[in-house]
């Protein structure tokens, strides 16, 4: 089973895919973290401050990281997102801004000229990221919006850019025709939900895939891009 969590930002998808790759065996997929890519990517800078370019860049070098670790996974995954989700971040930003805390208060924002071929090159990055997603994953969980943003002083996003996000992913799998479960609630009823879903034989108790899924989380490096250290040239 080659599995993808799906959902915006803060509805707890990594922790929900570390529970279901301790809980059913299957081993966790993942890209590097914006976070990690920024200063070998884009070196100084923060994902605010990212020019409309540095965006494509970095969407195109996640998912090349996350095809790549896929590739190495031939008997099934679980993966903390897609290549759908990138660029269907890069391409909200259409409608709300390169940086969308620009536009907050706006509705969508005017269409000059650089935005109109940034709209563009996200259509056609869109290609790939469609493709990808149909030829590897047979399944999606997708985790709704069911609780307020978690502002993290790292990701300039807003309660309108989750929901767009949220819309255009779903729209993205019933397009693609790809099999998608909306999942919520709690994560022990998350996972109780997967298995039934799924049928997968348990390795262990729920509470015990939650409890090692916590202990991974809280092992997981969330220094900020500006404090890391090593930073040096894109590689």
């Known amino acids: 089973m080659r599995l993808a969590i799906s959902g915006t930002y803060s509805v707890g998808k990594t922790l929900t895919t570390m529970a279901v ?5 299957l081993p966790r997929s993942s890209a590097l973290t914006m976070r990690e890519l920024l200063p070998i990517s884009v070196p100084g800078k923060t994902l605010e401050e990212c020019s409309a370019a540095e965006i494509i860049m970095l969407i195109t070098r996640r998912n090349q990281g996350r095809a790549v ?3 190495h996974l031939t008997d099934g995954f679980v993966s903390d997102g897609s290549s759908l989700h990138e660029w269907c971040y890069g391409t909200v930003r259409v409608l709300v801004g390169i ?5 907050v208060d706006l509705g969508n924002v005017p269409m000059t000229k650089e935005l109109g071929f940034y709209a563009e090159v996200m259509k056609q990055i869109g290609v790939p990221a469609k493709q990808h997603a149909l030829q590897s994953y047979d399944s999606f969980v997708h985790l709704p919006i069911e609780f307020p943003l978690v502002e993290d002083g790292h990701r300039p996003v807003s309660e309108r ?3 767009l996000a949220d819309e255009m992913l779903l729209d993205t799998l019933q397009e693609l025709s790809i099999p998608v479960h909306i999942v919520g609630g709690t994560i022990p009823e998350r996972l109780q939900k997967i298995l039934d879903i799924y049928d997968f034989t348990p390795q262990l108790s729920i509470d015990e895939a939650i409890a090692r899924a916590q202990h991974d989380y809280a092992h997981l490096d969330t220094t900020s891009e500006s404090e890391r250290a090593g930073v040096g040239a894109a590689t």
């Open 69 to 71: 670790n896929e590739s």
């Open 99 to 103: 940086n969308p805390n620009d536009s």
């Open 21 to 25: 790759a301790h809980l059913t065996g």
């Open 161 to 163: 850019f989750r929901s």
